[in-house]
């Protein structure tokens, strides 16, 4: 399990896929309302001046230095919902990101969204 302290230092870090292949460079952590555990990051992807962010859930992530490796491949990560660098996620396309990496979705307590920025 990594800690959300702990995953908040990589920030800025590399982000790579199983194979060892950049995906970007991580932006902010995502945790689950339910557990408050972090169950998701964001990472900038993207040419210098046309940058979005993809979520990509930590579930298998290992944290080694100077990189955050991540169990999902790049292509599949890449082509993720994503939001621009200044947006926020809106509460309903929460559930198409977790479907993207077929992943159940529940909605947090009081049907509200399941991912919380930290």
Do not use: C, N
Not at 29 to 45: K, L
Not at 86 to 102: G, M, R
């Amino acid at each position: 399990m990594i800690q959300t302290a702990d995953i908040r230092e990589w920030r800025t870090h590399d982000v790579v896929d199983p194979g060892g292949h950049k995906i970007g460079t991580l932006e902010a952590v995502y945790v689950d309302t339910r557990t408050d555990e972090p169950s998701m990051v964001t990472v900038q992807v993207g040419m210098p001046t046309r940058h979005r962010l993809v979520f990509v859930p930590l579930e298998g992530a290992t944290v080694a230095p100077e990189q955050v490796r991540v169990a999902y491949d790049r292509s599949q990560v890449k082509k993720a919902p994503s939001i621009g660098t200044d947006d926020v996620l809106p509460a309903e396309d929460e559930k198409a990101i977790f479907e993207h990496y077929e992943l159940d979705y529940a909605p947090g307590p009081d049907g509200r969204r399941q991912l919380a920025r930290r």
